[in-house]
């Protein structure tokens, strides 16, 4: 195993060790399956219009982690998650 991807438990299988703290830092204290079902959430009905370059980006993120780490569509699924909405409620 290289130094830079360590085991991740949760199924999602070797994981870059920069993004997984990332994700642990920006999407705390969410549940990996919670974070995995927004972020699937927000990719399908977009909260806002992004450049196609940041669209890609988004999709590559979804595809390689199941996880998307933008912070300024994360914020809001906290937020939403503390007043008690789920993924199902965005969808």
């Known amino acids: 195993m290289s ?3 360590m085991p991740y438990t949760d199924g999602l299988g070797n ?3 920069v993004q997984h703290a990332r994700e642990e ?3 705390a204290p969410l549940s990996p399956g919670e974070r995995r079902q ?3 959430c927000l ?3 977009r ?3 992004e450049t196609p370059m940041t669209n ?7 595809g390689r982690y199941g996880v998307i780490s933008l912070e300024r569509w994360v914020e809001p699924v ?3 998650d503390a007043a008690r909405f789920s993924a199902q409620d965005w969808r």
Not at 56 to 62: A, P, V, Y
């Open 3 to 5: 130094e830079n991807t």
């Open 15 to 17: 994981y870059d060790r």
């Open 25 to 27: 830092a920006l999407w």
């Open 38 to 40: 927004w972020s699937q």
């Open 43 to 45: 990719v399908d009905f």
């Open 47 to 49: 909260p806002d219009r």
């Open 56 to 62: 890609r980006m988004l999709d590559s993120m979804m």
């Open 78 to 80: 906290l937020a939403f």
